[in-house]
């Protein structure tokens, strides 16, 4: 398994990946990624100045991605973490993980001292591995995402 850089031929397959992870967890609907435009360009997305996004391979297959954008709204020196999905054979490896570290350790890079996401209850075994990490649940909504779907917000100091 590597982890690299996402590059332009991504776009596709980590598109493909998002939409079936959003439908096996029956959340594939509006005010998600799913219907979210910038899920079919996701390389374009993550060319902004502050932004990144690390996508795990495995025999020339894209398992997932993680990243870091710079979502319009979030407080000064704030981050957000951004479209964490695995195809279901590479949940449960660390890739996860791995691919969640990479970002954090990048937004500290950056120089950010917080890291914002935004997630739902569907998607429990995720929010465990968020809570291991230091993510703290918050009352409401950072920033400005468009995702009005995600219900469950968290944040962690860097």
């Given at each position: 398994?590597n982890?690299?850089p ?6 596709l ?18 005010g ?13 997305l993550f ?5 990144c ?7 020339e ?11 319009k709204g979030l407080p000064?020196?704030?981050?957000e ?12 490896r ?21 890291i ?12 465990g591995?968020?809570?291991s990490?230091?993510f703290k649940?918050?009352?409401?909504a950072?920033?400005d995402?468009?995702h ?6 968290m944040?962690?100091e860097?």
């Open positions: 398994m982890i690299r996402i590059q332009k031929p991504d776009n397959p980590l598109a493909k990946v998002i939409r079936e992870v959003l439908t096996e967890h029956g959340v594939n609907k509006p998600t990624v799913f219907t979210d435009p910038t899920t079919d360009a996701l390389y374009e060319q902004k100045k502050n932004a996004y690390f996508v795990a391979i495995e025999n297959i894209i398992l997932g991605g993680a990243g870091i954008y710079p979502t000064e020196g704030c981050v973490l951004v479209k964490i999905y695995l195809q279901s054979a590479a949940r449960h660390g890739i996860g993980k791995q691919l969640m570290l990479l970002s954090i350790n990048k937004a500290k890079e950056l120089g950010f001292s917080s914002y996401l935004e997630t739902m209850p569907e998607l429990s075994s995720a929010i591995l968020y809570e990490l230091g649940r918050l009352e409401n950072l920033g995402s468009g009005f779907a995600c219900d469950l917000w944040l962690k860097i």
